[in-house]
């Protein structure tokens, strides 16, 4: 009996789930303390004691599906990239800080599987983004934009891009791309019309603060989510974008001068951080070349190695501006396709998920398609140079296999 008793006070002191909402809440805020990466580790960390404890304590063994036997060689690859690199200290914690963030993915996992915590932690994801969301329209129509990110050669009539509570844009345009279709999902699956109607501004306020940001990875990565989760949810939805994408073309015909010109820079080489991305490119290729099996974590090992391979002007580039090919500088060939299998597996437990139940179906819809989003994104930037942005893809990729068990 006092064996019982005792494992039962254990399980009430270790409420991981209380402490892993409050992380997702104060996600994009962490910004205004001295060293987020630590905090934002450090709570992750201990987070992940207290679900093995609770996991150690409770009755039965905890369930595993492919999902989860991709995600640890996922975190290990980051890992040993850190071990073995050119990136020396600074590369090693910053695989570590990896390594935990990543696997933040098993406490969400167990949090998801209970109705009532996975409704907490969507809530405070959406919370976070629509004051991130209002915070960037307020510093926009107050015209205290940054304007150090314009090239005012070609946009000078954009009047600058928001960043909200992070210090990059394109940061803060991943973070919205990522958490916006959940707003999409609660729209026609809130249990009121007030909360429809909440759902339905507060979808209009982040995507207006995603125009504001300025980013056209992060307009070309929340146009792949948005019509992903229209394919996706159902066959109403479905005839509604066919029959949508008529009157939205003729609408965006209509668009500021400022928006259609952006947009149509798209893929031009005379605007600068287009020309600029690809130099980088061409200079990040042939360093994967000469290091097929990666250079080893962190800022410090990319800024040793690649001045060698890079194109003249591009020296003093901090990353790939690609996520897949900033996996495979810093961790080679092997840890890409480590990360392609999760993908892979990821993929296959959603299309089991939609398969096996409609309870909490729009719900991993929308997380999917937010993951869609970030990968999109991903393929002309490298979205997770925020490490808060490598903590969000795996805690919103937990969702994903919700249902498969």
Request: glycine share 10%; proline share 4%.
């Amino acid at each position: 009996m006092l064996k019982y008793r005792v494992l039962a006070a254990v399980r009430r002191l270790c409420l991981f789930e209380g402490l892993s909402v409050l992380l997702l809440f104060c996600l994009p805020f962490l910004g205004v303390l001295p060293s987020p990466t630590v905090v934002l580790t450090a709570g992750a960390f201990l987070v992940e004691i207290l679900w093995g404890i609770r996991a150690l304590t409770e009755d039965g063994n905890p369930r595993f599906g492919l999902p989860d036997a991709a995600v640890l060689p996922v975190a290990l690859s980051m890992l040993f990239s850190g071990f073995f690199g050119a990136g020396g200290g600074s590369g090693l914690l910053h695989a570590l800080s990896s390594f935990v963030l990543v696997l933040f993915w098993f406490p969400m996992r167990s949090l998801f599987r209970r109705e009532a915590w996975k409704k907490r932690a969507l809530l405070a994801l959406k919370s976070a983004a629509l004051i991130s969301a209002v915070w960037g329209i307020a510093e926009y129509v107050s015209g205290r934009a940054e304007l150090r990110w314009v090239d005012f050669s070609r946009f000078s009539d954009i009047g600058g891009r928001v960043c909200g509570p992070f210090e990059n844009p394109n940061i803060f345009a991943v973070f919205l791309v990522a958490v916006t279709p959940l707003f999409l999902q609660g729209t026609p699956e809130a249990g009121s019309r007030l909360l429809r109607v909440g759902n339905l501004l507060s979808l209009g306020a982040c995507l207006l603060c995603i125009v504001f940001t300025w980013s056209r990875g992060a307009w070309l990565a929340i146009l792949a989510a948005l019509i992903c989760f229209f394919v996706f949810y159902s066959g109403r939805t479905r005839r509604w974008f066919l029959w949508g994408a008529i009157p939205v073309g003729i609408a965006a015909c209509f668009l500021p001068h400022s928006v259609t010109n952006r947009f149509l820079s798209i893929g031009s080489l005379s605007e600068s951080s287009i020309n600029y991305r690809f130099l980088t490119w061409r200079g990040v290729l042939a360093m994967i070349r000469a290091h097929p099996w990666g250079i080893g974590a962190g800022n410090d090992a990319f800024a040793t190695v690649f001045p060698t391979y890079a194109v003249k002007g591009t020296e003093r580039t901090a990353h790939a501006h690609a996520l897949f090919l900033q996996i495979l500088i810093e961790q080679g060939v092997p840890g890409l396709l480590i990360f392609l299998f999760f993908l892979i597996a990821l993929v296959i437990s959603f299309t089991r998920t939609l398969r096996s139940t409609r309870a909490g179906r729009g719900t991993v819809i929308a997380a999917f398609c937010g993951i869609i989003g970030v990968l999109t994104m991903g393929l002309f930037d490298y979205v997770w140079y925020h490490r808060g942005m490598l903590f969000l893809f795996f805690a919103l990729a937990a969702t994903v296999p919700l249902r498969e068990e």
